[in-house]
């Protein structure tokens, strides 16, 4: 079992920034990879960047390509979102998940940690 906290997250405003960190405990051995998610009121579960531990390989939605910034520790097991530039529709609740390896479906993911809200206000 793999288990994720995350923190970071709150009320800002547009323009401003926030970094959101996961830190990975448990059988650590058991992913790869690690995402970030975010899902708006109505809206699908979206993926917005994902890091693979393994080789350092990074995919970023292109909603937020250029204004956010994953980057992961692994010493400390952790990875960081750094979210620059933020826009009222970035509000959302993000997640943190574990997968065998990155890929754009929440399916692939087996471990999830808490959502955490984050509000963009204009």
């Known amino acids: 079992q793999v288990q994720l906290v995350k923190s970071g997250g709150g009320l800002v405003q547009a323009g401003e920034s926030l970094r959101l960190s996961c830190v990975a405990s448990?059988?650590?051995?058991?992913?790869?990879?690690i995402g970030w998610f975010r899902q708006a009121p109505g809206k699908e579960r979206e993926v917005m960047s994902c890091?693979?531990?393994?080789?350092?390989?990074?995919f970023y939605a292109e909603s937020v390509k250029g204004r956010f910034t994953i980057s992961s520790d692994n010493a400390k097991n952790s990875v960081y979102l750094q979210m620059n530039g933020l826009k009222p529709d970035d509000t959302a609740v993000y997640y943190c998940?574990?997968?065998?390896?990155?890929?754009?479906?929440?399916?692939?993911?087996?471990?999830w940690g808490q959502g955490t809200q984050v509000t963009v206000s204009s």
């Open positions: 448990g059988s650590t051995s058991d992913y790869s990879a």
């Open positions: 890091i693979n531990i393994s080789n350092g390989k990074i």
């Open positions: 998940a574990a997968a065998d390896a990155c890929g754009s479906s929440s399916y692939l993911y087996d471990y």
